[in-house]
């Protein structure tokens, strides 16, 4: 238990973060999930507006500073190639 008065302010604003870190994480990771859902379903036009909708999320939680850019830009990839792969045909 803090002591002091600005421990206990630190303490109440770790909180508020926390909360709001973890709203935005889960957020980025219902994205990507429903992402490659649609990918595995091969639903080319659901995974299209799945990638355009996870990409603007992990684009504001970057904004947000949940995340760093370097991991949403790194997700992006990952997402962008599950995508493409969608489209091109099998041979």
């Not at 238990?1 to 926390?18: G, L």
């Not at 990409?55 to 760093?68: E, N």
């Amino acid at each position: 238990m803090p002591n002091k008065q600005s421990a206990k302010r630190r303490v109440r604003i770790e909180e508020r973060n926390r909360l709001y870190n973890r709203y935005w994480t889960t957020r980025c990771k219902t994205a990507v999930k429903k992402l490659l859902e649609s990918v595995e379903a091969g639903d080319g036009e659901a995974a299209a507006r799945n990638f355009n909708l996870a990409q603007s999320v992990l684009d504001k939680a970057v904004v947000k500073g949940v995340m760093h850019r370097n991991t949403a830009s790194r997700r992006k990839k990952l997402m962008a190639r599950a995508v493409k792969g969608l489209s091109r045909p099998e041979a």
